[in-house]
């Protein structure tokens, strides 16, 4: 059973980082560039290079590996849920940064359910400045029960158009995708341990959560902003099946202005694995 008071006194270390080039570029590939027959010369090689803005969601953070054990929770057990990004400047090469993560809302599916906790992140500049606001949801699986709300507070699942999508993308990822994504920071064994993910009920492990979002923001940046990332500056969604790497990620948009909702698919399975996705290309 989830220990509440363990979980609310933890404090999570707080990180710091440098976006520098070699990080952006293993990012990049992490997240499969360079796999499509897509121009994205500028996010692989070091001259023009751009950073893409879903990599706030790596840097500044503490890795989490430790932090499981040290919570007393399994593996096997924790999926990401959902996830938000918003940028309220760019993040630029070269910048050092500093991250700080605070739990907050958690919700009890009951019995047998999961438990979901929500973690508010914020990514800063040294002198402070807000770089991004992110916010995500971890599923504990089978730890509901404990007896408290049944939802997070927030806006419900957002409902995608009843319509043929305005454009769409298919990316493909490698077989080896979450070996080198994971070298982003997330050393969650179930992304590369067949025991875990074996215990986890999966054949193979799986892809992590946020290299699919950030392939997803890849094709956003494709069919919305002509290419250039900087242009995407809000991303959210729910995670709603796991991906295997090697498999090919469908990206559908329907647009409307600088507003984007989009839902991203396995086509070969048939399986939406994200869902409910708002994201924003004004830029800044
Ligand atoms: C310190 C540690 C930090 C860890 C950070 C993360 C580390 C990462 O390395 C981990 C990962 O990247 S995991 C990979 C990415 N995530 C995934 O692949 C999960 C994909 N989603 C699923 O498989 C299912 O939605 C699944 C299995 C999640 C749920 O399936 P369902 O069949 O819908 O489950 P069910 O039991 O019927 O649902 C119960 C209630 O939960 C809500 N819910 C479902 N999916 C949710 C999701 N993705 N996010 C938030 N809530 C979700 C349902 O709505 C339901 O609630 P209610 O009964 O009130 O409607």
């Not at 007393?72 to 090469?93: A, K, M, Y």
């Not at 500056?233 to 790497?245: D, K, M």
């Amino acid at each position: 059973m989830l220990n509440l008071d363990r979980l609310r006194d933890f404090a999570i270390p707080a990180a710091e980082d440098i976006c520098d080039p070699r990080s952006a570029i293993l990012y990049a590939l992490g997240v499969g560039a360079g796999l499509a027959p897509i121009d994205e010369q500028h996010l692989v090689f070091e001259r023009d290079l751009a950073v893409l803005p879903t990599m706030a969601l790596v840097l500044g953070t503490p890795g989490f590996w430790p932090m499981a054990a040290e919570l007393g929770w399994d593996w096997p057990n924790i999926l990401h849920g959902e996830q938000s990004l918003r940028l309220l400047r760019p993040l630029e090469l070269g910048q050092l940064v500093h991250g700080r993560i605070e739990i907050g809302d958690i919700a009890d599916k009951g019995p047998g359910k999961p438990a979901l906790v929500r973690a508010k992140r914020t990514l800063m500049t040294p002198t402070d400045l807000v770089i991004a606001e992110m916010e995500e949801t971890w599923v504990l699986r089978g730890a509901g029960g404990f007896g408290g709300p049944r939802d997070l507070p927030g806006a419900a699942a957002t409902a995608m158009p009843d319509e043929p999508a305005h454009a769409m993308l298919d990316l493909p990822t490698a077989i080896n995708q979450a070996l080198l994504y994971r070298l982003t920071g997330d050393r969650n064994p179930l992304h590369v341990d067949a025991g875990t993910a074996a215990s986890a009920g999966f054949d193979r492990p799986i892809l992590h959560g946020l290299a699919t979002m950030g392939l997803v923001g890849r094709a956003l940046v494709h069919l919305c902003c002509d290419g250039n990332p900087a242009f995407l500056t809000a991303i959210s969604a729910r995670f709603t099946a796991p991906v295997w790497p090697g498999e090919t990620v469908r990206t559908e948009i329907w647009r409307d202005g600088v507003d984007v909702l989009f839902r991203a698919s396995v086509p070969e399975r048939c399986v939406v694995v994200m869902d409910g996705g708002q994201a924003c290309v004004a830029g800044f």
